[in-house]
């Protein structure tokens, strides 16, 4: 066995089914050794950087890690802005590099991004956990170890970067894998102690949400947020990456908190009238906070669970931290005995008025705002409400970013977690969401797969429909075809003409595009034919892009935007 077999072992070990990769020669050892087994199946992709999306997608929708694998020089550097997209969302992948042989490093080798090259591994120190060279063959085993546990860590969960020469790749070595424990992948602990003054830190106040971030889709933390929720009657409302972890359909979902968010959660979370604030696997960033508001900010207690205590941004004062993942907080919560949670149950009541206040109409979204503009196109809000309507409930759906993102966000219902996919966090890429689709389908192949994004993504990362079309991955594409970079534009139409033209796009022919591509292709001019148009689609169970030609209309994130332009929140 040579170290590039004992790297596919160890992946089919773990149990990860696909590698993500584009070809070259400083990675044909490795190459070589999944062609001589089936377990991992290497999936060629268009671009480096889709291989690297597709890992993140993998991971994200699989509960596992993800991999991709390139060659040298430009190959690695490609996937740089993958790599920091999963580092900010900690998304555990492992991205392995070759690298020139060691006796050609340093003496101007082509692709030679060795230590002694442009320090490729140098390049990726800011977007890592960590970094290996495997130099030494006897050290394959030690170092895959070490990187894979810092991916999982709790308290550095992203991704790793290890780089091998060509000759390490292929030279021989003994011994075998140490599977990983599986507390690695789902840990479980809390600070019992901190769990305990909970409810004296509530005490009797009606006015108490729970804001459900990210942690709690990696805690598969859902079952025990419904309980808790149920048992006090406490509304909850999610950030935009975690939507779905609590039904949108639940009578106390409040819906989504933050740019795209739904009205329901921002008034209750921000109008300065909330008494406890409960936020579970939240940072608190800038978009989950519409930009830092201070409204965000409740009148007797803010209380915080992590599972790491460095996550959670010190924008806000927290009263009461607790340490651990939230699952086992809130599993330690609802097992608190009767005594202990009297205040918080005698408070339903109230809380249960203030609710009705918040959805008088028992829904999240208010009707879709009409636009001169939409004699131009369909409205984007429009075709997302028919595209949940047509899509099973358990369709996982993936978001670009951009304009098409807000309207998805706002308007589609969630009603499970890891069902709805953003890049929409911290670095936002555009044209990731094909890509990270394309890896969660492969990672779940019985879920229906949607991605909904526009057309300046396309331009991005719309190459790897051909990936899909060539590995047979049924995945539906909807293109919001605006003729432009959206909401850019709609910022630059305020400014001046000159500067909206700039931001114009030719109406490029998507459907045209996937059949050239291998996948079905298909035009939608009328918002008649939407319906039928996606039940097609999810009934050919092949690759299909579905163009849609959408009006450029403001989006549903005007809170976001009034604060952003200097306003206040609550217009």
């Not at 790599?83 to 555990?92: H, I, Q, Y």
């Not at 915080?304 to 004062?317: E, L, T």
């Not at 990362?461 to 051909?466: A, D, V």
Request: proline share 6%; hydrophobic share 40%; aromatic share 8%.
């Amino acid at each position: 066995m040579n170290v590039a077999d004992a790297i596919v072992t160890a992946l089919r070990e773990e149990g990860i089914g696909h590698l993500f990769c584009v070809p070259g020669e400083m990675i044909d050892p490795l190459l070589r050794s999944l062609t001589r087994q089936h377990e991992v199946q290497p999936i060629v992709c268009a671009h480096e950087a889709g291989a690297a999306y597709m890992a993140d997608g993998y991971a994200r929708a699989g509960g596992r890690f993800g991999v991709c694998a390139t060659t040298s020089g430009p190959g690695f550097t490609n996937t740089l802005t993958a790599l920091a997209m999963a580092f900010t969302d900690r998304s555990p992948l492992l991205a392995i590099s070759g690298e020139v042989k060691q006796d050609r490093a340093g003496r101007g080798a082509y692709q030679d991004s060795s230590a002694t090259g442009i320090r490729g591994a140098d390049m990726a120190g800011s977007v890592t956990a960590l970094r290996r060279d495997l130099t030494s063959p006897s050290l394959a085993w030690h170092h895959l170890g070490r990187l894979l546990r810092s991916m999982l860590d709790h308290a550095s969960r992203g991704p790793v970067h290890l780089s091998i020469p060509f000759d390490v790749q292929e030279a021989d070595i003994t011994g075998e894998w140490a599977r990983l424990p599986s507390s690695l992948y789902q840990p479980r602990f809390v600070d019992t102690g901190s769990c305990d003054a909970f409810w004296a830190q509530v005490g009797t106040k009606a006015k108490v949400a729970v804001l459900a971030g990210s942690g709690c889709v990696q805690s598969d933390a859902t079952e025990a947020l419904v309980r808790f929720a149920e048992r006090f009657d406490i509304p909850v409302a999610t950030t935009l990456p975690a939507k779905g972890v609590f039904p949108e359909d639940h009578r106390l979902s409040l819906g989504v908190m933050g740019w795209p968010g739904n009205k329901p959660a921002i008034d209750a979370l921000t109008s300065g009238n909330l008494d406890v604030l409960f936020v579970l696997g939240s940072r608190l960033n800038m978009l989950d906070t519409l930009i830092w508001t201070a409204g965000f900010r409740p009148r007797h207690a803010l209380i915080a669970n992590d599972i790491n205590a460095s996550s959670v941004f010190q924008d806000y004062r927290v009263d009461l931290p607790i340490l651990g993942d939230a699952r086992s907080c809130l599993d330690e919560l609802n097992c608190a005995a009767p005594s202990l949670s009297a205040c918080l149950q005698a408070s339903r009541r109230a809380r249960l008025d203030w609710l009705l206040s918040l959805k008088p109409n028992g829904t999240l979204t208010g009707p879709i705002r009409r636009s001169t503009s939409e004699s131009r196109g369909l409205h984007p809000a429009e075709a997302i409400t028919v595209l949940r309507r047509v899509m099973p409930r358990s369709t996982m759906l993936f978001i670009d970013s951009g304009a098409h993102a807000f309207f998805a966000g706002h308007y589609w219902t969630a009603y499970e977690p890891r069902r709805f996919f953003t890049s929409i966090k911290y670095m936002g890429s555009m044209g990731w969401a094909i890509p990270a689709a394309i890896g969660a389908k492969l990672a779940r192949p019985d879920d229906p797969c949607v991605v909904v994004t526009g057309d300046g993504c396309m331009l991005m990362h719309g190459i790897e429909m051909q990936t899909a079309a060539r590995y047979g991955v049924p995945l539906i594409c909807v293109v919001l075809n605006n003729s432009a970079y959206g909401n850019p534009k709609l910022r630059a139409d305020r400014v001046s003409p000159e500067l909206g033209r700039l931001h114009e796009l030719p109406t490029h022919d998507w459907a045209k595009f996937a059949a050239s591509l291998g996948a079905r292709g298909v035009t939608v001019l009328d918002a008649s034919d939407l319906a039928d148009r996606f039940e097609e689609a999810l009934q050919a169970r092949t690759t299909v892009v579905i163009d849609v030609r959408t009006a450029n209309v403001p989006t549903p994130t005007e809170a976001f935007d009034r604060v952003a332009a200097g306003g206040p929140l609550h217009g």
